[in-house]
């Protein structure tokens, strides 16, 4: 049984058909990344899945149930998402954010624990922990996005264009925290446009396109196919 599960699902803005009966698989443990170009549907997917965005039609299932439509409940249940643009809270400090990640746990020792953990991951944060956020660099601000969320203590956790605008080293270093987030035994949905780093730390892929899913199979699979390559890679990577 896949962790998450969407079917045949169709998502609108007005008249816009922004998703178009789009259905996939992410099972635990996997880093599954979709990839497409700017308005294909992938943050509108995402958006569904947390309860952001209503579908009119299909059924999103999270570990065999149907999902709840309301965030909070979303969050609850354990999926969480870091936005695009990281959205963090610009005049709380560095701390103050990560507390406000754990704001539906009660459990303070787990809280403790998963905040070393993040400090362990992102070590400039702890040096930055009394820093307020506005003042971070993007770089800085996105690993503080995607430590707040696991100060959610997800079991699925939504990562929306994570490398968005920050130059090609902090790139590196972000795409090395995914994969060391799904070793801390995480499952991860990436959303992601550089279709080359996507695809080669993803386990399964997806490729979305004006709506609809036309591609899917495994990450390294995706990257050896010529109109891939052609579309979303370049010519210096094929």
Do not use: W
Request: charged share 25%; net charge neutral.
């Amino acid at each position: 049984m896949a962790m998450l599960e969407i079917r045949d699902l169709n998502v609108y803005y007005g008249g816009i058909h922004a998703l178009k009966g789009i259905s996939l698989e992410v099972e635990e443990g996997q880093i599954v990344s979709m990839i497409g170009s700017n308005g294909a549907g992938k943050s509108s997917m995402m958006n569904a899945i947390s309860g952001l965005v209503k579908y009119k039609s299909g059924e999103i299932l999270y570990k065999g149930q149907p999902l709840p439509t309301a965030a909070n409940k979303v969050v609850r249940l354990g999926v969480c998402q870091v936005p695009e643009g990281r959205l963090i809270f610009a005049n709380l400090t560095v701390y103050e954010n990560l507390k406000v990640g754990a704001y539906l746990r009660s459990d303070k020792d787990g809280i403790e624990r998963d905040l070393k953990r993040v400090y362990e991951i992102f070590p400039r944060l702890e040096e930055r922990r009394n820093q307020i956020a506005g003042t971070l660099s993007g770089g800085e601000q996105q690993m503080l996005a995607m430590g707040r969320g696991i100060m959610s203590a997800p079991d699925l956790i939504m990562l929306d264009e994570p490398s968005l605008g920050l130059a090609p080293l902090l790139v590196n270093t972000i795409f090395d925290t995914i994969r060391e987030i799904k070793a801390m035994g995480k499952t991860i949905l990436l959303v992601e446009q550089n279709a080359l780093k996507a695809l080669s730390v993803a386990d399964n892929a997806y490729v979305l396109e004006q709506g609809r899913i036309t591609k899917s199979g495994p990450g390294k699979e995706l990257l050896k196919d010529p109109a891939i390559a052609e579309a979303y890679l370049g010519k210096a990577a094929r």
